[in-house]
């Protein structure tokens, strides 16, 4: 709400809708800002490293150290962020990989072998650019630093670079940055880990134990977890594998799920009982309610993701990226098979890599193993992956010391700055193609994993547009609801604008939040019955405010509709049964709130905005078209 009691901007569903997943749009908006972040502290870095870089090592090899009786943690500054800070980083990573298997388009499993191979050839390719370079000498065993992408530049770039219709290159990176993340930490703990110590093991597995035992016994704590985590932690320190594995473990342990209508309906119970007895304890009740309506994914994701996005990694790029350059340095690192093996096999290797393994998973899956966009599409998102920084850094600074430390961090540094470049590239190309082979480049020709579990009837459903068109917009709506009332006015620009769309509109009234909803559904059903749907339609979101049974009744009148009848029909509850059934096909879709936008069956997840349908919109319309050889 505004500050005059008006409903502000519409960005995104109501807050009883935010529980059906976080959306990727939002992870993706954060993941991008955080980009531009971890530059400047990237560039601030380099540049307190040349001012002076005796000050910079003084301040990160700094002892920091915990001591409780005769026991002791102590490490550097910068290992506190390196093992410490980070693991909070990859647990974010593991939330959204969790996510997306859970509520995203990997929830169809197939669909996750085709990015997965993808990614496991872009780290091949990259890793055996690298060792072409530097095999049979010393610095062989850094090959690890030329194998994982960074995720905030990597997304960064295809938002600065990418074509507008990149929904699903932007799910297929983040997909190959999952799997990415996951094979970069086993090889952090497999062959960058000091020598295991076997007690500390023993002790790391048992506490891994009680972790899935306690989620089993379906503890809903998270004191109970944080306090698992942060003993986990210290275990696998202790044991000589890098603890950051411990962050991703337990973000892909926390389940993502719809918020259930149950739960919401029992939250606005509770919030009740607070407004009418305002104190301390059922404050903490309400409360405690409302974020156990919510999974406890989305809970972390919306706690740690802005500081591992905005404070954690730029942190991290503070601590290692400062690199003095002076003294010749730099022309002698430029000829470094080091930094030459690192910034061709991101910049070369990775995208060349990606395109070989998605074809060769492609051939060998014989039409099971779908492309989710088109091969040009594959190239500029595997350019953009061409990006390493964070993981890279960290098997840098475990793999090499001195000069060969300075050479691979300035490899990496170089990657950040070619990536958009070649990815830009890319698609600026496609971008001057001609129409149709443009889309069939950026879009592929894989089927849209459908949401609407109850395909659109125009023979019971309200439908306007054409019955032929390429493009059908489903929402699920609450005449009563105020984000409702402010998409009304999109749909109705968009459906003046676009002659290709159909629109479908289904009743969900929230009656425990909107009282009169579930009559004014009823009575959008009267007036249907004598041919006067949409008008009353209208009609209803013009007047939100007069809801009540006699303002139903006089807006039927002021449409010249049958008044007896309408109102018999009103009395007798007789449309109840059509409007159940809308709410019904909503739980099935696993809908909780409204406005809630399916695009060819497809959820819409993020902004309402004219701009943010349009292009859903349009990125279906392109799908459609390639799908019909257009």
């Excluded at 000050?55 to 102590?74: D, F, H, K, N, Q």
């Amino acid at each position: 709400m505004s500050a005059d009691g008006e409903p502000g901007r519409l960005t995104r569903t109501t807050a009883w809708a935010r529980g059906l997943g976080t959306p990727l749009r939002d992870y993706l908006r954060t993941e991008t800002g955080g980009a531009v972040v971890l530059l400047v502290a990237a560039l601030a870095a380099l540049v307190w490293a040349n001012v002076d870089h005796g000050a910079y090592e003084r301040v990160w090899t700094t002892e920091l150290s915990i001591r409780l009786g005769g026991w002791t943690l102590a490490a550097s500054l910068r290992h506190w962020v390196n093992d410490g800070l980070m693991a909070l980083f990859f647990l974010v990573v593991g939330l959204e990989a969790r996510r997306e298997l859970d509520l995203g388009e990997l929830r169809e499993r197939r669909r996750l072998l085709l990015p997965a191979a993808a990614a496991l050839g872009g780290m091949t390719a990259a890793v055996g650019v690298f060792l072409a370079f530097n095999a049979g000498g010393d610095a062989a065993g850094g090959w690890g630093v030329a194998l994982s992408t960074d995720t905030a530049f990597a997304i960064g770039i295809l938002a600065l670079v990418g074509p507008r219709l990149s929904g699903r290159m932007r799910v297929l990176l983040v997909t190959l940055l999952v799997v990415d993340d996951l094979i970069a930490l086993a090889v952090i703990a497999l062959a960058y880990s000091t020598a295991l110590a076997a007690v500390p093991l023993v002790v790391a597995g048992a506490l891994l134990a009680a972790v899935l035992v306690v989620r089993a016994a379906g503890v809903r704590r998270g004191w109970v977890y944080a306090l698992l985590g942060v003993a986990l932690w210290v275990a696998v320190w202790r044991s000589g594998i890098d603890p950051v594995v411990v962050g991703l473990l337990m973000g892909l342990l926390t389940v993502a799920r719809p918020a259930a209508r149950a739960d919401l309906e029992e939250a606005t119970d509770r919030f009740r009982d607070f407004r009418e007895q305002p104190t301390a304890e059922l404050a903490q009740v309400a409360r405690t309610s409302v974020e156990q309506a919510l999974s406890p994914n989305e809970r972390l994701q919306h706690r740690f993701h802005p500081w591992s996005s905005y404070a954690i990694v730029p942190l991290f790029a503070l601590a290692n990226a400062g690199i003095p350059l002076g003294g010749g340095f730099l022309g002698d690192a430029l000829r470094s098979p080091v930094t030459l093996g690192i910034v061709l096999g991101y910049v070369v290797g990775k995208p060349l890599g990606v395109l070989a393994a998605a074809r060769v998973a492609q051939r060998m899956g014989r039409g099971a193993v779908a492309l989710p966009v088109g091969w040009g599409a594959l190239a500029g998102t595997g350019a953009a992956a061409g990006v390493g920084f964070t993981v890279a850094l960290l098997i840098a600074e475990r793999a090499f010391h001195g000069t060969r430390l300075r050479e691979a961090t300035l490899g990496v540094l170089l990657s950040v700055l070619l990536a958009p470049l070649v990815s830009g590239a890319l698609f600026g190309g496609i971008a001057r193609l001609p129409r149709r082979r443009r889309l069939r480049l950026l879009v592929g020709d894989a089927d849209v994993l459908e949401d609407l579990a109850l395909p659109v009837d125009p023979d019971f459903d309200h439908v306007r547009g054409p019955a032929h068109a390429s493009v059908t917009l489903v929402e699920y709506g609450d005449f009563e609801c105020p984000y409702c009332g402010q998409a009304e006015p999109i749909v109705r620009e968009l459906l003046t604008d676009d002659g290709d769309l159909r629109y479908v509109w289904r009743h969900l009234p929230l009656p425990d939040v909107h009282p009169h909803a579930e009559l004014a559904a009823e009575a959008a059903e009267a007036a249907a019955e004598q041919g006067a749907f949409w008008e009353y339609h209208a009609l209803l979101f013009d007047q939100q405010d007069a809801l009540r049974p006699q303002d139903l009744v006089a807006h039927a009148e002021r449409l010249g509709l049958e008044s007896d009848r309408f109102r018999r029909e009103l009395r007798e509850r007789e449309h109840e049964g059509r409007v159940a059934r809308d709410v019904e096909s909503a739980d099935l879709s696993g809908v909780a709130g409204t406005p809630t936008f399916f695009v060819n069956g497809a959820r819409h997840h993020g902004a309402y905005d004219v701009e943010a349908l349009k292009a859903a919109v349009q990125a279906a319309r392109a799908r459609a078209l390639v799908a019909a050889g257009g």
